[in-house]
């Protein structure tokens, strides 16, 4: 299982990579392999500041639909346009090509409630 060291991570199995106010935000390795072959990926909240908890948009795998939610607070400033033509690039690269949007964090003091990747791993029991 792949769970990387600069990640901080939900208990809903999203992640989120901050870098200074700016955060990439996607599913984790766990997650999608959970949810089989994903074969669309909605997100139509480009532009939307959304709070911390709120919807962002929906993966749909051959099993389920799923909710995907915001681990922090922030503005969407850009929805990964490749997961549109391929959207098995969060089966195959969760944490790189698979990334879904990045925000402009608003209050990134709500990082220091995301759980650490050991958190993570017991949540899981990896």
Known sequence: M??????K????????RIDGEFGYI??????????G???????ET???????????GTIEAVKTVSDLFMPVSGEVLEVNADLESSPDQ??????????????????ISE??????????KALIGA
């Open 2 to 7: 792949n769970i990387p060291d600069n990640l």
């Open 9 to 16: 991570y939900t208990k809903d199995h999203e992640w989120i």
């Open 26 to 35: 996607g599913i984790t390795d766990f997650a999608q392999g959970e949810l």
């Open 37 to 43: 072959d994903i074969v669309f990926i909605e997100i």
């Open 46 to 56: 480009a532009g939307e500041t959304l709070k911390k908890g709120e919807v962002f």
């Open 90 to 107: 969060v089966n195959k690269d969760p944490y790189g090509k698979g990334w879904m949007v990045r925000i402009r964090i608003v209050d």
């Open 111 to 120: 990082a220091d409630s995301l759980l650490t990747p050991e958190q993570y």
